[in-house]
């Protein structure tokens, strides 16, 4: 069966054909391709067409497709039940794991997606200050939670509304929505409504806008801010950690945040999520404290297998510095050809992790990262899947290593872009 026949059925019966939207490629346009499998740094649709892929599930598969000891561990645990309902040894494991690696956790609550962990970081934040406000900035995404949904109004320093139908103006109104990197905004937010803000949620990498790394003092204003008017400040850590360090980009840039938020790598491509923090804080989180969350599948025993065996390799590996050698190979590569056919272009880059953006303006936030030619983009993307290079379906994402893409790996998909580009 081909992948246009399948996404044909598959339409009849999910909307979209997707279970979540932009896997329909609406973005970039072209016929989405259905998975067959996939291994290490390679995919196959079920045309049997293979793909070198930087999609990667959208991070959390720092390891690759597939790695030996994170199956044989799952496969283990699989025979062994695959949920409880009540604290399991491998739960116990993972937070120790969590606790150990990322600095300024000291206590964490599993859950079982980014979503989860970003709505519940901020109930607490709100239960933990008895404050309604909540900061965030233009272009960064922290799940689908209808508080987080929300688009900047007119000007700076505005009441959210709603990004999408369905949340309530008044559920946006609560959240202020200021541009990425702007301290100033940051500053004046704070003298305005300093005593009625619960918490700052930020990226500290920002992922979700393409990749936009944070302007040298912008995280240190959000912390001392935060501190002086006794708001909470949480990192949403959810592409990051484990992805720049072991530690996060807590740690790669030495900030000590309240609140982190944790998916994507945590689970090792399970379903698995976290909050954790200060015990100050988490202490103020059911049983122990008043603020309610649950969840009968949270710390499901084989998403933190997963997610044990993933970190444990990590810790073993130290892979940071070769994932980010590479990572640089590929995305001067990459410039280079571009160069070549004159396409102007600027890679934002950190890790093992970039953005091809199509503009010669640096982009340092929203605004800016709304002038790539999206047009070119999906063209890119489409030639690219043509000649079998996976990427993210949207402009405004991050492509993303892992420990499987080897150096033969990385050459074999620059004379795949090559001949992309050059048929652009
Ligand atoms: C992916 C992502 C989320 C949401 O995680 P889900 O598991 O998709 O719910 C939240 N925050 C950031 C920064 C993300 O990249």
Not at 199 to 228: D, H, Q, Y
Not at 241 to 246: G, H, I, P, T
Not at 293 to 310: E, F, H, K, Y
Not at 364 to 377: G, K, P, Q
């Amino acid at each position: 069966m081909t992948n246009r026949e399948l996404m044909e059925r598959a339409k009849k019966l999910m909307p979209g054909g997707v279970s979540s939207p932009v896997r329909a490629f609406k973005a970039v346009g072209g016929e989405p391709i259905v998975v067959r499998e996939a291994k290490g740094c390679r995919l196959w649709d079920v045309e049997g067409k293979e793909y070198i892929d930087f999609l990667m599930s959208w991070g959390p598969l720092i390891l690759g497709h597939a790695h030996p000891y994170v199956v044989s561990e799952v496969e283990r645990q699989l025979s062994r039940g695959m949920s409880y309902g009540l604290t399991c040894y491998e739960e116990i494991r993972l937070a120790e794991l969590v606790v150990s690696s990322v600095p300024s956790v000291e206590m964490v609550r599993f859950v079982s997606s980014g979503t989860e962990a970003t709505m519940s970081a901020i109930r607490l934040a709100r239960g933990y200050t008895g404050r309604k406000f909540v900061v965030k900035f233009e272009g960064c995404y922290h799940g689908h939670y209808d508080g987080l949904l929300v688009s900047a109004g007119s000007g700076v320093a505005t009441l959210g509304i709603p990004g999408t139908p369905g949340v309530p103006e008044e559920i946006a109104g609560l959240t202020l929505v200021l541009p990425y990197n702007d301290t100033d905004a940051v500053l004046s937010t704070f003298e305005r409504y300093g005593e009625d803000i619960a918490c700052v949620i930020v990226e500290p990498v920002a992922g979700n806008m393409g990749v936009v790394l944070p302007s040298e003092g912008f995280l240190e204003v959000l912390r001392e801010v935060t501190r002086k008017y006794g708001a909470v400040l949480i990192f949403d850590e959810v592409i990051t950690n484990f992805r720049l360090s072991v530690g996060g980009a807590q740690e790669y840039y030495a900030i000590d945040p309240d609140i982190t938020c944790m998916g994507k790598i945590l689970g090792g491509g399970m379903p698995l999520g976290a909050y954790g923090g200060k015990k100050e804080i988490m202490s103020h989180v059911a049983p122990e404290g008043k603020v309610y969350q649950a969840g009968t599948l949270s710390g499901n025993p084989v998403s933190v297998v997963c997610g044990r065996a993933t970190l444990e390799e990590l810790l073993r590996l130290k892979p940071y510095q070769l994932l980010e050698e590479r990572t640089r190979r590929l995305a001067e590569g990459i410039s280079t050809v571009l160069k070549e056919k004159g396409i102007p272009h600027t890679i934002n880059r950190i890790g093992s992790m970039f953005t091809v953006f199509f503009t010669e303006v640096p982009v340092t936030d929203y605004a800016s990262s709304r002038r790539s030619n999206t047009e070119l983009f999906g063209r890119f993307f489409r030639n690219l899947l043509h000649h079998g290079v996976l990427i993210p379906p949207s402009q405004f994402e991050a492509w993303f290593l892992s420990t499987a893409h080897r150096d033969e790996d990385i050459e074999e998909a620059l004379e795949r872009i090559q001949t992309a580009v050059r048929s652009l």
